[in-house]
T-cell receptor, first 112, second 113 residues
Framework: SQQGEEDPQALSIQEGENATMNCSYK?????LQWYRQNSGRGLVHLIL?????REKHSGRLRVTLDTSKKSSSLLITASRAADTASYFC????????????FGAGTRLAVHP | NAGVTQTPKFQVLKTGQSMTLQCAQD?????MYWYRQDPGMGLRLIYY???????DKGEVPNGYNVSRLNKREFSLRLESAAPSQTSVYFC????????????FGQGTRLTVV
């Protein structure tokens, strides 16, 4: 079974708006990662947040982590058409630090 | 710096045929992975290798075998392909540094007819 579950499954917004995606996970983790996948391409690592961190920023990305609720959120501010992609959260399974298990993803469409 | 290279990019197999998907990384990473992605779904881990000489089953290992030939290469073998194995396969690698992000190849689109 998948470690993370994203919500919503799909999101459609206009350029300039903010996009928020949520991820819930099942077991205790030492870090949680977010990835982007453009259609038909491999995944690209966006950001990693460790279990002792509550918030992390990278450019227009903001990630939060609530270990008590076993959830994380990814916020993309001032979205652009180029942000159109699928976004996945991933975390190591209980078997190791790097044995990454992915959620089903959120498909984001940003309209000009 | 090529990163993670997968071959082939596309493959059509007949049911029962065998094939090996190749993956190589040039980043000196210890950890390597094979995932499959079905339409509209996330990635499911097939096998994982924490280091040269070690492999571990993931979420969906049935019907697959792997070989960590050396630190650079991690191959995935389908001994007797089935239509249910039609999917896009991704190889990835990551550093053994605790909690580092993974780098992905561009994928192999496999169709089993």
């Amino acid at each position: 079974s998948q470690q993370g579950e994203e919500d919503p499954q799909a999101l459609s917004i206009q350029e300039g708006e903010n996009a928020t995606m949520n991820c819930s996970y099942k077991t205790s983790i030492n870090n949680l990662q977010w990835y982007r996948q453009n259609s038909g391409r491999g995944l690209v690592h966006l950001i990693l947040i460790r279990s002792n961190e509550r918030e992390k920023h990278s450019g227009r990305l903001r990630v939060t982590l609530d270990t008590s609720k076993k959830s994380s959120s990814l916020l993309i501010t001032a979205s652009r058409a180029a942000d159109t992609a699928s976004y996945f959260c991933a975390s190591p399974s209980s078997g190791g630090y790097n044995k990454l298990i992915f959620g089903a993803g959120t498909r984001l469409a940003v309209h000009p | 710096n090529a990163g993670v290279t997968q071959t082939p990019k596309f493959q059509v197999l007949k049911t029962g045929q065998s094939m090996t998907l190749q993956c190589a990384q040039d980043m000196n990473h210890n950890s390597m992975y094979w995932y499959r992605q079905d339409p509209g779904m996330g990635l499911r881990l097939i096998y994982y290798s924490a280091s040269e000489g070690t492999t571990d089953k993931g979420e969906v290992p049935n019907g697959y075998n792997v070989s960590r030939l050396n630190k650079r290469e991690f191959s995935l073998r389908l001994e007797s392909a089935a239509p249910s194995q039609t999917s896009v396969y991704f190889c990835a690698s990551s550093s053994s540094e605790r909690g580092s992000g993974a780098f992905f190849g561009q994928g192999t689109r496999l169709t089993v007819v």
